[in-house]
């Protein structure tokens, strides 16, 4: 009998359907790299709570063991009521297909719950009087109750699943608390007081609907009510069963039983190659990036012969409706999502990236000193450089960067923050001037930064309020683009900015600033660091470019 990990259910079918085909040989790839950081931080973590638990047993000394041995350590461990089990090995449930190590597995009444560490902010503020479970890592079976801040489910839901399969592994050994719970420890901090655990009930409907789950809608535009983890995750991981099944019985020639599609899981998968070939280089999946068709509106599109750029672009899609509307019940805004495909795929066949929707000039404001800003942003979502171009006469200007190029804690960040603003108030102070950015993303980031009893952050909310300007705003009710209003589309199509390095992108310059915090070698890091200041001056220039262009329409 086979299983599947805790990652199966809440990650692309096609790996696991790629995995059991007799047909499909495994890459002879290296595994993608894990998160730079990650592993180191998931130790400390983990460090931290053997230390402080007043009952722990940390099995993570026997990972060379073999398996019988690290399942019997486990189970003798959650059998003696051990507060906190470190790095257990569940035995696998042959009969219900599944397998799993959690992090942690934590003492909650008279049974244990799952929890995970996770390399990435997990929780937000909010501003309003419900209740959130968390619990601190010294102490982690002691629940404490707050407000004014909850767990990111918008974002982080798929962590619930894996939690769901490590809590249904759990039953099968007979030691699952009564309650379905999990803990996520995230790399933020909860009220200032440092990392904390955050409890999720995984029967909260707090999880968006997989496509099987959602009944036709009554009328368009109705919300769609969310699932718990545990309904998304049972439902999730019965397909994945099934796929294993019906792979390992298929025989060796035997086409594939799914088509690939197009997500955002391949950049880092080692089955893309695979999938690839199966791909016509017209596949909508392939060739629409921007607001992507998600993995069920692409099957029905395929199942309704529309496969293609080319066919997408051709089709009368009021026609289509009434078959299509019924089968993607899940997707608010469906028919909105297919005409916007639509368009898309008909400016890419004409090779027009970028289309004016209005016409006559574009008004935007000016000021005697015109300043740009953007912000650079790490992986665990840590802004760790603002950069700023001054701009002068005919063109010139000069750029300024705060930059901190190490893993930074809450403390760190604000600090960098505040050295930025107060830069900027000085060179604001008595002038008429305007800071342009792309986005509302650096005013979010100062809004977020900014306690209320710090005077330059205070200053600077403030001063974004009447004096930042977002070119976005004024590109998004003028255009349209193919791929996208994104700065790199509009600046290189529209204002023929060009930027110097070959791959320039917000997620190539976090792998940018991995290398410059983690390389071991100094000159690589030396290396990564430039190419970083580079890309975010770039940036810079780009939206005084776009700014100049935009001036000039008519």
Known sequence: MFVLDPYAARSCPLKVHNAFHPGLARPDAAPPP?????????????????????SVADLRGLAAEPSQVQEAACLAALAAGTDVVIGGLLPRDRDGHRSGRPDLLVRDGSGY????????????????????????????????????????????????????????????????????????????EIEGEGTRA??????????????????????????????????????????RVDIAELASAAEP????????????????????????EQLDDDDISLRINKSPLDTHEIAVLREAGIETVHQLASTDIDALLPDYLPRVAHRPGAEDRLRLAQRRSRLLLEGVQLQRTTAGPIPLPRAPLEIDIDVETSRDDR???WGFWVAGGDGAGSYHAFSSFCDLDD??????????????????DGSDALVFHYSD????????????????????????????????AAVRQHFFGANGLGLKVVASAGAGFHWRDDD?????????????????????????RTRVLEYNEDDVKATWHLRRWLRELT
């Open 253 to 276: 020639e035997d086409p594939p039983l799914l088509r690939p599609v197009v997500s955002f899981e391949c950049t880092h998968c080692i089955w893309w190659t695979v999938c690839r």
């Open 113 to 188: 719950v799952p929890g995970t560490v996770k390399y990435q902010r997990v929780v937000d503020v909010r501003r309003d009087d419900l209740p959130a479970t968390f619990s601190a890592l010294a102490d982690l079976p002691a629940r404490a109750m707050s407000t004014g801040w909850r767990y990111r489910w918008h974002w982080r839901w798929q962590n619930s699943l894996q939690l769901a399969h490590l809590w249904r592994l759990l039953g099968a050994t007979g030691h699952q608390a009564v309650r379905p719970w999990g803990l996520v420890i995230g790399n933020d």
């Open 441 to 472: 993303y650096e005013v979010v980031r100062l809004r977020r930064l900014a306690p209320p009893d710090d005077e330059v952050m205070q200053w600077a909310v403030g001063f974004a309020e009447d004096h930042f300007q977002d070119l976005f």
């Open 504 to 528: 320039p992108g917000g997620l190539n310059s976090m792998r940018w600033f991995d290398d410059a915090v983690h390389s071991p070698s100094e000159a690589a890091r030396a290396q990564a």
């Open 383 to 385: 802004v760790y450089l």
């Open 34 to 54: 894990r998160l730079p950081g990650g592993a180191e931080f998931t130790t400390s973590v983990l460090d931290r709570v053997a230390a402080g638990a007043a």
């Open 198 to 239: 955050t409890w999720l009930d995984l029967t909260e409907p707090a999880v968006p609907p997989a496509p099987g789950q959602v009944a036709e809608q009554g009328a368009p535009g109705d919300p769609i009510p969310p699932v718990s983890a545990l309904a998304r995750y049972d439902h999730e991981f019965a397909l």
């Open 411 to 428: 403390a760190g960040e604000l600090a960098l923050a505040r050295a930025a603003m107060t830069w900027l108030r000085d060179l604001v």
